[in-house]
């Protein structure tokens, strides 16, 4: 069973915004039984993951979310979620699964159909773990380490099998159409129609991580974070090609 948690990441230590705001609030009058956790530089351990502690040197929040999100459900059991995620009923009989994911599109219009901005699982879920590895992998052997959707995605369709776009159990996850945790896509816009009786929260694609800056200090930027971690995954790379087993940080 899915442990009454709720864990969500903040880096950086900005100001959230009144839609973020709203969101959390809305954990709060909703899931008055659930314990909310924020993952933040107090609590998360980067003694433990080097390559985190390269990322949170680099700024790059994201991407350091994509891995604790997976990282706290892991360790603790319970459902992360976005910090643009309101919701709007409690989870109730999902608890009772060993993990779920919901889809964001369908598997024609998208080649990411499954989306982590809402994840639940129990402790030491295997599905997870699979997520978990593939996340450290992408981060520690590529430049570009997007996780999240590219992540859950491909351990879903390559690794499990996912070929159909339907409420389903597949390999112990449960897969719930776009109308529980996604009623309205990123390319339309919320109108009230859109919520359904199974609809459970709203993903407001605040897009909160996503860097503004552009131009030559970016670009700079960007050049610099590459001969930062350069040597480092030169020396990953040749690991994971000797000894993949002993590669990952969790096994």
Not at 19 to 32: F, R
Not at 124 to 135: I, M, P, Q, R, Y
Not at 142 to 160: H, R, T
Request: glycine letters at 6%; one cysteine or more.
């Amino acid at each position: 069973m899915i442990p009454k948690k709720i864990h969500y990441c903040w880096y950086g230590q900005g100001k959230m915004n009144d839609t973020l705001q709203k969101c959390i609030a809305s954990w709060h009058e909703k899931l008055p039984e659930y314990e909310i956790i924020k993952w933040d530089e107090t609590n998360t351990p980067f003694h433990k993951f080097p390559f985190l502690k390269l990322l949170y040197k680099q700024k790059k929040w994201s991407f350091i979310t994509d891995y604790v999100r997976l990282y706290s459900i892991y360790t603790q059991g319970g459902i992360y979620l976005d910090t643009d995620i309101e919701i709007l009923k409690d989870f109730g009989a999902l608890l009772n699964e060993k993990a779920f994911v919901g889809f964001q599109t369908n598997l024609e219009d998208s080649i990411y159909p499954i989306n982590s901005a809402v994840i639940g699982s129990e402790k030491g879920n295997s599905f997870v773990l699979d997520c978990l590895k593939e996340t450290e992998k992408k981060q520690r052997l590529q430049f570009n380490a997007m996780g999240g959707p590219p992540i859950v995605s491909k351990v879903l369709i390559e690794n499990y099998g996912l070929d159909t776009y339907k409420e389903q159990l597949l390999n112990g996850v449960k897969l719930l159409p776009t109308s529980y945790f996604y009623p309205f896509s990123w390319e339309e816009t919320y109108t009230k129609d859109c919520i359904k009786p199974e609809t459970i929260c709203i993903h407001w694609w605040q897009d909160s991580w996503k860097n503004k800056k552009k131009g030559f200090k970016y670009i700079l930027d960007s050049f610099n974070r590459k001969l930062q971690k350069t040597p480092v995954m030169l020396k990953d790379k040749l690991h994971y090609l000797l000894d993949k087993k002993s590669f990952f940080y969790i096994q």
